[in-house]
């Protein structure tokens, strides 16, 4: 997938707090993305179910229905052509945190505070997985 393929990917942010949705959402412009806006994991299962996402940036810590949960009901749920890559947000940089990101069915995760460079580096993960 070269650099201007990836831009074209759909992007769905699912993210409680309203200033954490405001600096992502500023970091994603910056790369020359928009995203959709979820604020819990059930909000951002639903989005899933209504249209077809690339990538979901996933807070862990939300109310209804946190990002781990969020992320085994997509895994469940969605079929594997329609399977997006999840991006972890978590405030938690402890290995068990991380573990337990990958063992729901994350691809990937990054820990807050993030900055511009390590979201890239996220984004370069899609690219190296597809």
Known sequence: ???????????????DNEVNQKIVQAMLKRMGYTADLAV???????????????????????PVMDGLQATEAIRARLPPAEQPYIIAITAYAHLYSVDMCLHAGMNDYIIKPFNL?????????IRANS
């Open 117 to 125: 460079e390590e979201l890239k580096k996220a984004f370069n993960g």
């Open 1 to 15: 997938m070269t650099g201007e393929d990836q831009r074209h990917l759909s992007v769905l942010l699912v993210e």
């Open 40 to 62: 819990n994991g059930l909000e951002g299962l639903q989005a899933l179910e209504n249209k077809r996402y690339d990538v979901v940036l996933m807070d862990i810590q939300m």
